[in-house]
Nanobody, 124 residues
Framework: QVQLVESGGGLVQAGGSLRLSCAAS????????MGWFRQEPGKEREFVAT????????DYADSAKGRFTISRDNAKNTVYLQMNSLKPEDTALYYC?????????????????WGQGTQVTVSS
């Protein structure tokens, strides 16, 4: 069982930056691939970024490439999402998730544990 708690969301102006953190419980964090997803009201959950269990590989949605960076610190049981050059269309509830699959996973169905989310609002 893995429990995930996101933090770092907030209100920021367009062009600004935020760093999201996701703290995980349990001693098996380093065996999970991790992902960030986002969801707007009335829309499906959308893939943002993913990182393998050891941080060796990452992948991003096209909307995040060049602006967002996913990273992890297995010693701290934490995964991060650095978001730069934020746009109003980045406004959403951001979730982190853990997958038992050790490879990169972009589908929400491949994730086993989810946090409660942290709200990111980007004003124009």
């Amino acid at each position: 069982q893995v429990q995930l708690v996101e933090s770092g969301g907030g209100l920021v102006q367009a062009g600004g930056s935020l760093r999201l953190s996701c703290a995980a419980s349990g001693r098996t964090f380093s065996t999970y691939s991790m992902g960030w997803f986002r969801q707007e009201p009335g829309k499906e959950r959308e893939f943002v970024a993913t990182i393998t269990y050891n941080g060796g590989s990452v992948d991003y949605a096209d909307s995040a490439k060049g602006r967002f960076t996913i990273s992890r610190d297995n010693a701290k049981n934490t995964v991060y999402l650095q978001m730069n050059s934020l746009k109003p269309e980045d406004t959403a509830l951001y979730y982190c998730a853990a997958s038992r699959w050790m490879s990169l996973q972009v589908s929400p169905e491949r994730y086993d544990y989810w946090g409660q989310g942290t709200q990111v609002t980007v004003s124009s």
